[in-house]
């Protein structure tokens, strides 16, 4: 008989489960799979999740190949504005919920294109997303910026041949953005400044994994690597599941609003229904991942243990 199962994805889940004081407020039912289900430590990121989803075997590398993911011929790596904070004698990046307008983002890219011009072309995709079409390959390895984000960046700084050539450039990006009259008007208005750009993104990706009966989610990596692998995304996912993988991406929890809300309403939309799917077999296997923090395993035999 075909099986049933669903890996359920939920973005920023692990700035509530990481602390113990926000035990009290996990919804019914969300706490009841969280309560049955087995634990792994696992602290990988929403991105590498991603890619590991639609890949055979896991990315090891420090880097993910989104750049190659996205060409449709050229030499792409990403270069995405970020925000070094200065931490006694490390320096500390910062890229997630950075606010940058578009036409802020333009000007910026206007800025630093000269001292790029050798390489290639900096293009902007969205205000926070940057991409630079290169004129030919360097030897260097990247680090994923979601592997750096919140940490210092002395261990994660590029490696290979053209190592010296990468980082003067980045110093000269930082020195450029730092005069920028930009920044200083975001400093004014007690915004952080966009001081520095992250190059990431380098490598190969090819695909033969297609797995998923179904996958719904609205990121744009996630629809980038369903198309791909030319498997079906849907915005909208539907229940009761059918025999086969689902993988479901939820919208990221924004613990800087109401977060405690928007959970209670998740309890009665997605894991109460999904509780109720477990206990009466529908779903032979429930994967629960945080990225950055842990994933749950839960089956219709551990739902029922009463330790």
Do not use: P, S, Y
């Given at each position: 008989m075909a099986r049933t199962e669903l890996t359920l994805i939920m973005p920023g889940m692990a700035a509530v489960l990481s602390q113990d004081i926000n035990k009290a407020t996990i919804p019914t039912y969300l706490a009841k799979l969280l309560n049955k289900a087995k634990r792994y430590d696992?602290?990988?990121?929403?991105?590498?999740?991603?890619?590991?989803?639609?890949?055979?075997s896991p990315l090891t590398g420090r880097d993910l190949p989104i750049g190659n993911l996205r060409s449709t011929g050229e030499l792409i790596i990403k270069a995405d504005p970020c925000y070094l904070h200065a931490d006694r004698d490390r320096l500390l990046l910062f890229a997630e919920g950075l606010t940058v307008t578009e036409q802020e983002s333009a000007e910026l890219i206007e800025e630093i294109q000269p001292l790029l011009s050798e390489l290639g072309e900096l293009q902007q995709v969205t205000p926070t997303d940057w991409q630079l079409a290169l004129k030919q390959t360097p030897d260097i390895q990247f680090s994923a910026i979601e592997e750096v984000e919140g940490r210092s960046v002395d261990n994660y700084l590029p490696m290979g041949q053209d190592r010296k050539q990468w980082l003067s450039l980045w110093n000269e990006i930082q020195m450029q953005l730092y005069q920028s009259d930009l920044n200083q008007?975001?400093?004014a208005s007690q915004q952080h400044p966009i001081n520095s750009v992250w190059f990431w993104g380098m490598g190969t990706f090819n695909p033969t994994l297609k797995r998923w009966a179904s996958i719904s989610g609205e990121l744009p990596l996630l629809a980038e690597l369903s198309a791909k692998t030319q498997s079906l995304i849907k915005t909208e996912p539907t229940l009761p599941w059918s025999p086969g993988d689902h993988l479901w991406l939820l919208e990221a929890l924004d613990t800087e609003s109401n977060w405690q809300t928007k959970l209670q309403a998740l309890?009665?939309?997605?894991f109460e229904p999904l509780w109720k799917q477990v206990s009466k077999a529908k779903i032979d296997q429930l994967v629960l991942q945080i990225p950055g923090f842990a994933e749950y395993h839960i089956t219709p035999s551990r739902r029922w243990r009463f330790w």
């Open positions: 696992k602290a990988t990121g929403l991105n590498r999740i991603l890619f590991n989803h639609f890949n055979d008007h975001r400093i309890d009665k939309t997605v």
